[in-house]
Structures are given as C-alpha cells and as structure tokens.
C-alpha cells in the first residue's frame, strides 16, 4: 500500500508564494519508482493537472496555466516531492492533490494510482 500526505497549504495574497509538500510512505511506495504528480479541484468541476515529475526529477511536466509560476521537485531519500507556487492568482485557488503512478509524467487522473487527501489553497485578490 502507499500513503500520501500533502502539507503547506494555507492562505495567501495574490502574487505571493506558497510550497506544498507531500510525503509518501508504505512498504510499496519504497519498492517502485513511482512518478508523482500534483492535481487540484474546485468545487463543482473535474480534477485538473497541474505538474508531474519523474521517478528520477529528470522528466517534468506542467499545465500551461502555472508553467512558469510552478514548479516541481522531489527528494527521494525523504519519499517527498514538493510544489512550488509562486506569483499566485486567486484562480489558483483549490483544494491540491498529490498522486502516485507508475506510467510516466501523464495529465490523466487516469494514470495514478495512489492519491492524497489534499490541501487547501486560497489566493486572495
């Protein structure tokens, strides 16, 4: 099984910053390279991308609504992968889901199998 738990979310200006982290776990989650991914959801409308990162950080992949505003990292000896946010918009604002999967950097909710329980974000303007 694989666990994953977001943290860092909260409350902030529009063009302020925010890092979201989450931490996996789990016996599986150790065995395989899993790649992660960050999605969000607004109340009343579908889960949206928003990045992924590869297993090894070397493969990246980026909504075209936050490219060059977010980024994605990761840090394999502590199981956690961060999203940072900056200039933020109240657009951005949604509860953040953090996932698990093994078929590549994917924009399909569809390609992960493991999901957090998700963070909340509010940029206000």
């Known amino acids: 099984q694989v666990q994953l738990a977001e943290s860092g979310g909260g409350l902030v200006q529009a063009g302020g910053s925010l890092r979201l982290s989450c931490a996996g776990s789990g016996l599986t989650f150790s065995r395989y390279r899993y790649n992660m991914a960050w999605f969000r959801r607004v109340p009343g409308r579908e889960r949206e991308f928003v990045a992924a990162v590869s297993w090894s950080g070397g493969g990246r992949n980026f909504a075209d609504s936050v490219d060059g505003r977010f980024t994605i990292s990761r840090d394999n000896a502590k199981n956690t992968v961060y999203l940072q946010m900056n200039s933020l918009k109240p657009e951005d604002t949604a509860v953040y889901y953090c996932?698990?999967?093994?078929?590549?950097?994917?924009?399909?909710?569809?390609?992960?199998?493991?999901w957090g329980q998700g963070t909340q974000v509010t940029v206000s303007s």
């Open positions: 996932a698990a999967g093994l078929r590549g950097t994917a924009k399909e909710v569809s390609a992960y199998d493991y």
